[in-house]
């Protein structure tokens, strides 16, 4: 069974980076692709960002292309999120998650790392 866990989050100033890793372990071949979701206080998750376990396709959320970058390293089972050129608003939980073949939604998800942008 896949499981994913994520790490990186802190503090950061206005303008600074991060970058996120989700390693995952049990039954990776399985995987189809991965997102980075984050959800700031008070509001809905949302999608980040995604990349397909084999193609290596990536999609964006239109408030962060351009500044963030996701990639994956196969032989570690590994995706990262590069969070660059960071804003307040980027303060959220980050979390990780797994989406499978033929399945429309994610349903393997990490305990989420926090990410907070002081202005």
């Known amino acids: 069974q896949v499981q994913v866990v994520e790490s990186g989050g802190g503090l950061v100033q206005a303008g600074g980076s991060l970058r996120l890793s989700c390693a995952a372990s049990g039954g990776t071949a399985s995987i189809y692709t991965m997102g980075w979701f984050r959800q700031a206080p008070g509001k809905e998750r949302e999608f980040a960002a995604a990349?397909?376990?084999?193609?290596?396709?990536?999609f964006y959320a239109d408030s962060v292309k351009g500044r963030f970058t996701i990639s994956r390293d196969n032989a570690k089972n590994t995706v990262y999120l590069q969070m660059n050129s960071l804003k307040p608003e980027d303060t959220a939980v980050y979390y990780c998650?797994?989406?499978?073949?033929?399945?429309?939604?994610?349903?393997?998800w990490g305990q989420g790392t926090q990410v907070t942008v002081s202005s």
């Open positions: 990349i397909t376990w084999s193609g290596g396709s990536t």
């Open positions: 998650a797994v989406r499978f073949p033929a399945r429309a939604d994610y349903t393997v």
